[in-house]
């Protein structure tokens, strides 16, 4: 579900490969849940695509055969419920970004008050992934047959134990021993995926025809560094020999989860809303900057490594230097407009966890605050009249509270009160410190004087 760009530059690849290696008859149906335009994309072209690999060592090319068909969902909701409910069917992995999962606040893992699962949960066709999983899994149940695998690949907290939940919380409205059966014979186990895939761009089709002889609209692009922690755990132990190519198979995944969530992906929020307040379009254009290079270097040694557990054999300072020198790599075009997208869905894990962590314990903080700071002023210079907007679930409470707001005081007021994203955090206590670093750096452009005041 979700048969975008990174799950083609990723989990697609490593399913090729597991078969070149270990054998197996392994395909993948792809879903769209909203557009038809990868569809359109590869029907063209018998569902094959070229992967691009972009180094300064120069390009490579191979071509991705393992998916079989690709079908979008409002175009026949059902027939994507039989193919889920097929038995031959074992894994149904999700690549939907953090506001596919129509997440609650609170106790409840599920926005029961989400206009698409008040729809599924009155619908037997439905429009989100959580309805389509429980109705598919109902299915299954009714015909005796076992569950399939649920595999999250989003970059959210213990992702596969918050799908169970939103999964379940969705299932014991329908029928509570079908919930009670999700709970007890399904798996969800829990990922981390890494591999940086920018947004294809008329420039790479035409490089990658140039670079290959045939023209491919559905080209996707990678960096060649690759990463895969999986919990060994699946539906009688059904799944592809991904540990024969390179992915990790361990039984907790949170160190590398919560490393990779704060490391890299907060990071690349910083290189966000802080380069495109300095006006660069790119990660590797931002990072090149002196004055955000420091930056990022002080947040990853003094704050966001100091709330980490490292994983088992690793080295948080070799992790930040590996980190960089990929964030550098020229052949990467990831625009800072495409990370941008959602904040209010990412931040909460990426920057707003680690920070009120170091909060209570004592510890260094500023600049995750300056990250929060950026993404204010980030939010009010879209909520000028002719910008672009936020592409962001809550976009109109945020670009509102932003329009609102005569001064920083009654904008970092406004946004703290944006109940999606701060929910109950302390935000009186950083409120006073959000006011001063905007006032302090208004534009974000000269992070160098802000890195050399802090200190």
Not at 318 to 340: F, G, M, T, V
Not at 345 to 355: D, G, S
Request: hydrophobic share 40%; charged share 25%.
């Amino acid at each position: 579900m979700g048969l975008g760009a990174f799950f083609r530059a990723h989990g697609a690849i490593y399913i090729k490969e597991a078969m070149a290696q270990s054998g197996g008859d392994w395909g993948v149906i792809g879903v769209s849940l909203r557009s038809t335009g990868v569809r359109d994309k590869l029907a063209d072209q018998g569902c094959l695509y070229t992967a691009l690999e972009l180094s300064g060592l120069g390009l490579k090319s191979q071509v991705v055969d393992v998916v079989t068909s690709v079908l979008v969902a409002p175009e026949g909701p059902n027939a994507v419920l039989q193919e889920m409910a097929a038995e031959a069917t074992r894994i149904v992995s999700l690549t939907i970004t953090e506001k596919g999962y129509c997440r609650g606040g609170g106790d409840a893992a599920l926005d029961f008050e989400h206009p698409d699962i008040k729809h599924d949960l009155q619908n037997l066709a439905p429009k989100s992934a959580p309805g389509f999983l429980a109705r598919a899994l109902g299915m299954r149940w009714r015909q005796g047959l076992r569950p399939f695998t649920v595999l999250s690949l989003d970059n959210l907290p213990s992702n596969g134990q918050l799908t169970r939940q939103i999964v379940c919380e969705f299932a014991a409205q329908i029928d509570p021993d079908l919930a009670r059966w999700i709970e007890t014979e399904c798996r969800f186990p829990c990922n981390m995926v890494d591999r940086i895939v920018p947004a294809a761009t008329k420039e790479l089709i035409d490089r990658a025809t140039s670079t290959t002889g045939y023209y491919d609209t559905a080209v996707v692009a990678h960096e060649p560094f690759r990463q895969w922690v999986i919990e060994d755990d699946f539906v009688d132990s059904a799944r592809p020999d991904f540990e024969a190519v390179g992915a990790e198979l361990v039984h907790d995944v949170a160190p590398f989860e919560h490393m990779k969530l704060r490391m890299l992906n907060g990071t690349h929020s910083a290189l966000a809303y802080i380069g495109s307040l300095a006006g660069y379009e790119t990660v590797a254009e931002a990072i090149r900057d002196e004055g955000i290079e420091k930056f990022i270097e002080a947040l990853w040694r003094e704050e966001i490594a100091t709330s980490l557990d490292a994983p088992p054999d690793t080295d948080l300072n070799d992790y930040a230097a590996q980190l960089k020198s990929r964030y550098q790599n020229p052949e990467i075009r990831h625009l800072l407009e495409q990370i941008s997208m959602d904040g209010s869905q990412k931040l909460p894990q990426r920057i707003l966890a680690p920070l009120f962590e170091n909060l209570a314990a004592g510890k260094p903080y500023q600049r995750l605050l300056v990250v929060v700071a950026a993404w204010f002023r980030y939010i009010e210079s879209r909520s000028k009249d002719g910008q672009a907007g936020l592409n962001d679930p809550v976009e109109k409470q945020l670009l509102q509270a932003a329009r609102n707001a005569s001064n920083d005081a009654e904008l970092v007021e406004r946004l703290l009160q944006v109940a999606p994203v701060f929910d109950d955090l302390p935000t009186h206590r950083i409120a006073g410190a959000l006011v001063a670093i905007l006032g302090h750096v208004g534009n974000f452009h000269d992070t160098a004087r802000l890195e050399g005041n802090r200190q």
